[in-house]
């Protein structure tokens, strides 16, 4: 690789034309490779290698950006040349980016489908390596009041319990509710679990007089509707 040629040199000592900044600026961060862009938010290699190389260890350690986009700050201080303070700007970049890519799902926002929704969580959850429980909090006309996470972790019966997600939906005055959660392992197909847990929350949307609109399981790419799928009626059944 034409980086690893220059050894140790600085990136100052580069013409300037193989400059990541100054490439990014004369003609735009497409034209940047993975690593060039690392370090732009690096700024600074460490010594003997500069910041490009820095950034091509972060990316052959962690399995490139998408690797890079699941670790933690500990997994990420674990490459030479990045402390806490580096870790922390790269982390702060890529969250930036899913926001970017998530969909506008504001306040007032009507909801007209499944893919609505996997369209602005995805970006949000797809790297996550731990399951995460939300409910969308919709008014009678079926529009985004908000959304909170109940719970974090593996998904049970004994961490999501309906108790905790009907509260905040008759607290706020909720007319309808929409769960949300990710398989880290990429696919989207409900367990048995999954299917179990949806039972319950209808049955006790039902007795609250909150409906239950949708359950969308969020993969890698992918995702898969309850109410797409006719499962919501009885969800532990397949339509």
Same mark, same amino acid.
């Given at each position: 690789m034409a980086h690893n040629k220059k050894g140790g040199q600085g990136i100052a000592q580069w013409p300037e034309t193989e400059r990541p900044r100054e490439r990014l600026l004369s003609q735009g961060p497409q034209t940047l490779?993975?690593?060039?862009? #690392?370090?732009? #938010?690096l700024q600074v290699g460490r010594q003997g290698s500069s910041a490009v190389q820095v950034g091509i260890e972060?990316?052959?350690r962690l399995g490139g950006v998408a690797g890079l986009a699941q670790c933690g700050i500990e997994e990420?201080?674990?490459?030479?040349?990045?402390?806490? $303070?580096? $870790?922390?700007?790269?982390?702060?970049?890529?969250?930036?980016?899913?926001?970017a890519l998530a969909g506008p799902l504001t306040k007032g926002t009507r909801i007209t489908s499944s893919r609505d929704l996997f369209t602005h969580y995805h970006p949000i959850l797809r790297d996550l390596r731990h399951e995460i429980f939300k409910v969308i909090l919709l008014d009678a006309k079926?529009?985004?009041?908000r959304d909170a996470t109940v719970s974090e972790g593996s998904l049970t019966l004994s961490i999501v319990h309906p108790r905790e997600v009907f509260t905040l939906a008759v607290k706020e005055s909720a007319a309808a509710v929409i769960f949300l959660h990710n398989h880290p392992s990429g696919d989207p197909t409900p367990s048995q679990e999954d299917r179990v847990l949806t039972t319950r929350l209808v049955s006790a949307g039902e007795? #609250?007089?909150?409906?239950?609109?949708?359950? #969308?399981?969020?993969?890698?790419?992918?995702?898969?509707?309850?109410?797409?799928?006719?499962?919501l009626a009885n969800p532990g059944v397949d339509a």
């Open positions: 490779t993975n690593a060039q862009l #690392l370090a732009i #938010l972060i990316l052959d990420l201080c674990t490459v030479p040349g990045v402390g806490e $303070a580096k $870790a922390a700007q790269l982390k702060a970049a890529i969250e930036l980016g899913k926001r079926h529009a985004i009041m007795l #609250l007089g909150i409906r239950v609109l949708d359950h #969308l399981v969020v993969g890698d790419g992918r995702y898969v509707s309850f109410a797409d799928q006719g499962w």
